[in-house]
C-alpha cells in the first residue's frame, strides 16, 4: 500500500466531510421525503436553527467511526486485526447504556444486541451473525455507518479496505449490512486515486457477491439513473422497490444504501449537490449525509467542501467522541486527521506524523481552526476573526490569524477553544457527552504567538483558562502577560497551577490595548505537557466536578467525607479521568471497602478494560493486576482487610516498572515485559458492592 502525497489533506477532507453530513442531517433523522419538502424544502444547508437543535452535537455516526478504528493501534496496527479483537475495543470503549450506541434494547437495537452477545462471552463475529441474532437484527445499518475510517487507512487499496471493513462490521452485522459496509469503505479508499463516480462503483461491486441484494439494487440504481436525470423520480423507484416496507426492523441497510448511491450518481460528484440529494430523500439522513460526505470529501479534497455555502466556518473542526476514554472526547478533526494518518503509515511501515513537535493545536492544515473561535463576553468589544494562513511559523507551514479590530481601551479580544464539555453541551440531549478534560493543575502549557508587522502599535498578550467555578459558572485564570512590539514574537511557558477540583473547560489567547486597537496576531501553536498534579475531591458549590468523571460504574454518588461513594450492582465499574497522554505518574487515596467483591485504583487507564491496577480482594489478598484482553495478576500477596477500614493505596507508574503501596509500605515492584499499556488515565474501581474514599491524588513521582 503507498500512500498518496496529498493523503493528509484528503484525509482531513474526508473527515470534515463525515462530520458535515451528520451535523447536516440530525436534526431530521428519521423523517420521510414528503416531510422534509413540506418543512423544510430541498436541504441547501444547516437546518438545526429551524429546529431548535444545535448544530455540533454527538452522534453514533461520529463516535462509532472514531472510536471503533482505534482496534488498529491498540492491536500493534497489526494488518491480520481479527473481528474478535475489535469486539474486544468494543468492550473496552463502550460504556453499557451510556456512550455511542443507541441501546435500544436486545432485539432492538442491533449494536445493543452485539454488546450483550460480547458481553456474555460470545467472540466476533459470532457476536452479529444471523445465525445468533436472525436476519433482520443482524441486516441493520450500523455495519455502514461506522466504516469511513477503515477506507481512509488503506488510499488506493479497496481490496484491503473491504477486508477491514468486513472484520469491523462482522462485530455487529452480517450478510447485506456486511455487504454495504464493503462498497463504502472500498470506494473510500479508491477515491484517494480515482475521481470517476461509475469506476469507483465499479471497483466496489466487484468485491461483493453479485447475488446479494446490495448487488442487484446497484445495477437497479444506475439503469434508473440512465434512463431518467430527475432524481426525484429516481428516488419514488427506489422507494417502491427497496423501500422500508420491504425490509424489517427499524433501520435496514438496503433502503438507506441505495439512497447513498443514488446521491452520488445524480450528485455528479459535487459536494453540495450530493448532500442536497440524500438529505432531502429522507429516512437515516444523518448516517447516508455523514457516508456521502467522507466519501465525497476524499475524492474532492479540501476544495470541494469549499466550493459552495461555508461548510466549515460553523463546525471549525469540533467533535466529541464520548467513550471510556474521556480524555479524547472532546477533539478536532485536525487531531482525528492525524490518528487515521498515522495508522495508515504504520501499516505502510512509516514513522508518525507529528506537526510541529506534536504540538496538540497546531493549525497545519488548510483552514485548520481547532475549534478555536471568538469569546463573546461583557469584557470583549468589537470585532475578532480567526482564520488559518500560511507562514507566521517556525517549524510548520501555517498558522492562526486573530484579527481584532476597533476594540476599546479597557476592553478585550479573545479566542479560546474547548479543553472540557463547554456549558452549552453540559446537558446536551440524544447521545450526551462523557468526557474528562484534557488539561490539568501541574502540566506545563507551551504556545507561541507572533505579532504582525502590519500592527500600528504595541499589543499586549497573554493565555487564559476558564474553569467551572462557584455554580458551575465560567471563572477566569489568566497567565503571565507580555506586551509584542510589531513583528515581534514570544513563547509562553505557563505552569498550571491548582484548580481546587474544578475542571479546565477552555484554554485562549487574550489580546488588549491602551488605545483602541485594530491588528492581527498569530498563533503558532499551543500544547502542553507533563504529568498532573491535581487533588480530587468535591469542591464547595459545584456539580461541573463530577462530569469530569466518566462515569463506568452503575451507581456513583458524593457525599460530606465520601466524595466518591461508588455502587457496582454486577461485575466491575470504573470510575475514570485523565487522558493518554499521562504515562509516568503516581495515583493515591485512602479507599474504604464495603460490602466489595473487590476495590482500588488503577492507572493507565485506557477505557474500561485497559489498566493497572491495586486491589484488595474479598479472598484476603492485595493484588497487582494488569487488564488486557482479560485480568492478568502481576503479583499478589495476603493482606486480610475488614469492610469499613480505609486503606492508604498507592500505585506507580514510570516506564515499565509497577509499583504499589498500600498503607505506606511497598507490597509490589514488578516490571511488565509487555509494556503495552504505556499512558493513561486514572480510576477508582469497585466490583460489586460499594467503596468510598474523600480525594484522590495524581502526582509526579518523586
Not at 456486511?178 to 477515491?191: L, P
Not at 487574550?510 to 505537557?529: C, I
Not at 460490602?595 to 488503577?602: E, K, N, P, Q, T
Not at 492485595?622 to 484482553?629: F, S, Y
Amino acid at each position: 500500500m503507498s500512500i498518496p502525497p496529498d493523503y493528509v489533506e484528503r484525509v482531513y477532507a474526508g473527515v470534515l466531510g463525515k462530520i458535515i453530513g451528520v451535523y447536516l442531517g440530525r436534526p431530521f433523522e428519521g423523517w420521510g421525503y414528503d416531510s422534509i419538502m413540506e418543512r423544510l424544502g430541498e436541504i441547501q444547508y444547516y437546518v438545526h436553527e429551524k429546529l431548535n437543535a444545535p448544530l455540533i452535537v454527538t452522534d453514533d455516526d461520529i463516535s462509532g467511526t472514531f472510536t471503533f478504528l482505534r482496534a488498529l493501534p491498540d492491536y500493534d496496527n497489526s494488518r491480520d486485526l481479527t473481528p474478535e479483537q475489535i469486539g474486544q475495543t468494543w468492550l473496552n470503549y463502550l460504556i453499557e447504556k451510556r456512550t455511542v450506541l443507541w441501546w435500544g434494547g436486545v432485539g432492538n437495537s442491533t449494536e445493543h444486541t452485539a454488546y450483550q452477545r460480547l458481553k456474555s462471552g460470545i467472540p466476533a463475529p459470532d457476536s452479529g451473525s444471523i445465525a445468533t441474532n436472525g436476519k433482520v437484527v443482524a441486516e441493520q445499518i450500523g455495519a455502514q455507518i461506522f466504516i469511513d475510517g477503515w477506507g481512509m487507512v488503506a488510499p488506493g487499496d479497496p481490496e484491503f479496505a473491504a477486508d477491514l471493513a468486513r472484520r469491523a462490521a462482522s462485530v455487529s452485522h452480517d450478510g447485506e449490512a456486511i455487504y454495504g459496509a464493503q462498497v463504502i469503505a472500498a470506494m473510500e479508499a479508491q477515491a484517494f486515486i480515482e475521481s470517476d463516480i461509475n469506476k469507483l462503483i465499479d471497483t466496489a461491486i466487484a468485491l461483493i457477491p453479485q447475488d446479494s441484494v446490495i448487488y442487484r439494487m446497484i445495477g437497479d440504481i444506475r439503469y434508473w439513473h440512465s434512463e431518467e436525470k430527475d432524481w426525484r423520480k429516481t428516488r419514488e423507484k427506489i422507494a417502491a422497490n427497496y423501500g422500508y416496507d420491504k425490509y424489517g426492523g427499524n433501520c435496514h441497510m438496503v433502503p438507506n444504501h441505495g439512497l447513498i448511491i443514488h446521491s452520488l450518481l445524480h450528485g455528479e460528484g459535487d459536494f453540495q449537490k450530493s448532500l442536497m440529494i440524500v438529505n432531502t430523500c429522507g429516512w437515516d439522513t444523518d448516517c447516508n449525509s455523514g457516508n456521502v460526505g467522507c466519501l465525497l470529501g476524499i475524492r474532492n479534497g479540501l476544495a470541494g467542501i469549499e466550493d459552495g455555502p461555508d461548510w466549515r466556518g460553523p463546525v471549525a473542526d469540533r467533535m466529541y467522541l464520548p467513550t471510556a476514554d474521556g480524555g479524547r472526547a472532546v477533539t478536532d478533526a485536525v487531531t482525528e486527521t492525524y490518528h487515521i494518518v498515522n495508522i495508515a503509515g504504520a501499516l505502510a511501515g512509516l514513522e508518525p506524523i507529528a506537526p510541529k513537535q506534536s504540538a496538540r493545536f497546531h493549525f497545519d492544515l488548510p483552514g485548520a481552526v481547532q475549534g478555536f473561535q471568538p469569546e463573546d463576553s461583557i469584557e470583549t468589544r468589537g470585532t475578532v476573526e480567526v482564520e488559518n494562513v500560511e507562514g507566521h511559523s517556525t517549524t510548520g507551514q501555517r498558522s492562526l490569524a486573530i484579527h481584532y479590530h476597533h476594540v476599546a481601551p479597557g476592553r478585550l479580544a479573545r479566542v479560546a477553544t474547548s479543553t472540557f464539555v463547554p456549558p452549552d453541551a453540559l446537558n446536551m440531549g440524544g447521545y450526551g457527552v462523557v468526557a474528562s478534560p484534557t488539561l490539568y493543575p501541574g502540566q506545563t502549557v507551551r504556545a507561541r504567538v507572533v505579532a504582525d508587522d502590519k500592527n500600528h502599535q504595541a499589543t499586549t498578550c497573554r493565555l487564559y483558562l476558564r474553569i467551572y467555578g462557584a455554580q458551575d459558572k465560567l471563572t477566569n485564570i489568566y497567565g503571565p502577560e507580555i506586551n509584542l512590539e510589531p513583528g515581534s514574537s514570544h513563547e509562553f511557558t505557563w505552569p498550571i497551577e491548582d484548580t481546587s477540583s474544578l475542571p479546565i473547560v477552555q484554554i485562549g489567547v487574550e489580546v488588549s490595548s491602551e488605545k483602541r486597537a485594530d491588528g492581527t496576531l498569530y498563533l503558532d501553536y499551543l500544547t502542553w505537557d507533563g504529568p498532573p498534579n491535581v487533588v480530587f475531591k468535591r469542591p464547595v458549590d459545584n456539580t461541573a466536578w463530577q462530569r469530569a468523571w466518566v462515569n463506568g460504574v452503575d451507581h456513583f454518588e458524593s457525599h460530606s467525607g465520601e466524595s466518591f461513594r461508588l455502587i457496582q450492582d454486577e461485575g466491575r465499574g470504573l470510575l475514570m479521568q485523565g487522558a493518554r497522554d499521562w504515562t509516568d505518574y503516581q495515583v493515591s487515596a485512602a479507599i474504604t471497602p464495603h460490602l466489595v467483591a473487590s476495590a482500588g485504583i488503577a492507572a493507565r487507564v485506557q477505557g474500561m478494560r485497559r489498566y493497572y491496577a491495586l486491589l484488595l480482594c474479598d479472598d484476603g489478598k492485595a493484588r497487582l493486576v494488569k487488564a488486557l484482553d482479560g485480568q492478568h495478576t502481576l503479583a499478589q500477596t495476603n493482606f486480610p482487610w475488614k469492610f469499613g477500614e480505609a486503606h492508604d493505596l498507592n500505585l506507580q507508574v514510570a516506564g515499565n516498572r509497577i509499583t504499589g503501596c498500600i498503607d505506606g509500605r511497598l507490597m509490589f515492584d514488578v516490571r511488565d515485559t509487555n509494556h503495552s499499556l504505556s499512558g493513561g488515565g486514572i480510576a477508582l474501581l469497585c466490583e460489586e458492592g460499594r467503596m468510598a474514599t474523600d480525594e484522590v491524588r495524581v502526582q509526579p513521582i518523586s
